[in-house]
């Protein structure tokens, strides 16, 4: 296949790379900066615009790009940042597939489990309405419209809602592990609130599973089976770990330190991958103890 991929430089986007080069696919990332491309992304070509692709025939395009959303509060700046990264160059993206002679067949979209806002202990499956009151559960909203635009001209739309990634390199689990193994991690807030995960492998599959599969349409929640809350998660790194949580932050000192970025961390999301399951997708890894002890013994 020939594949368009944006994000290729993210810690999903440089796995995907690494898998699809293996299969023999033939790959493009459009990037700010494509001259590091080729190193990060397995033998990639960067592009950094996208006319360089006028009428190259693509099977399919990828799209996650998107700036990192918990590097930083979100000032008004920062909003705008995340705002454009996303919605922005996924509408300048749907806008150049309308223009090319023979549109990809299918557009594989990223999206985030915070499309669903705080969901409290409400199950919640694909079909669940968006949360739509905090800028996250906004901007996933708007992010996903944008996508949704290219079926009018016949582009088959898998939409992916990514939970938490975890990888032995980057990601979520590379900013917790300094804490946690000087003994300092803890639950955040009460710690009752319901966190989602995915081990990057199996993130990875599901995306390619989405690209091959011609009936794959609208939204797939990217997550693993096993639902945990976020002092469960707290306590199994810990003990995986073979080190304590000590240092709970409370609710309170989160909401002080990030404004409005806290909700990534007190909200939650009782998440369940319901469409993966029904397409008889198989996880890896399905389990937090056994995903997290493969993670480790990789670093």
């Not at 594949?3 to 993210?10: A, C, D, P, Q």
């Not at 980057?170 to 003994?183: H, I, N």
């Not at 199996?202 to 797939?220: A, K, S, T």
Request: proline share 6%; charged share 20%; with cysteine.
């Amino acid at each position: 296949m020939r594949i368009l991929l944006t994000g290729g430089t993210g810690l999903i986007g440089q796995a995907l790379c690494q898998h699809w080069q293996h299969q023999g696919h033939e790959l493009w990332v459009w990037s700010r900066e494509p001259s590091k491309v080729l190193r990060l992304c397995c033998g990639a070509r960067g592009i950094a615009h996208l006319p360089e692709l006028d009428g190259t025939p693509l099977d399919a395009v990828v799209n996650l790009a998107g700036a990192p959303i918990a590097d930083r509060p979100w000032s008004t700046a920062r909003r705008q940042v995340l705002w454009a990264s996303r919605v922005d160059l996924t509408r300048t993206l749907v806008d150049w597939i309308e223009q090319q002679p023979r549109p990809p067949r299918v557009l594989v979209s990223g999206s985030a489990a915070g499309w669903y806002g705080d969901g409290g202990d409400t199950w919640l499956d694909e079909s669940s309405p968006a949360g739509a009151t905090d800028f996250g559960s906004q901007l996933c909203i708007a992010w996903e419209h944008e996508a949704e635009r290219a079926r009018s001209i016949g582009v088959r739309v898998a939409l992916v809602r990514t939970a938490p990634v975890l990888a032995s390199q980057g990601g979520m689990l590379a900013r917790l592990l300094p804490l946690f193994k000087l003994g300092l991690g803890g639950k955040l807030g009460n710690g009752q609130q319901w966190m989602p995960w995915i081990h990057i492998d199996d993130q990875v599959r599901l995306i390619d599973h989405l690209l091959h599969q011609e009936d794959c349409n609208g939204p797939f929640n990217a997550c693993a089976p096993e639902a945990v809350r976020n002092i469960n998660f707290t306590q199994t790194l810990a003990r995986s770990l073979h080190r304590p949580t000590m240092l709970p932050v409370p609710a309170w000192a989160l909401r002080l330190a990030l404004g409005d970025m806290s909700v990534l961390l007190l909200a939650g999301q009782y998440l369940h991958p319901q469409r993966a399951q029904a397409l008889g997708f198989k996880w890896q890894h399905p389990q937090l103890e056994t995903a997290l002890s493969h993670l480790l013994m990789k670093r």
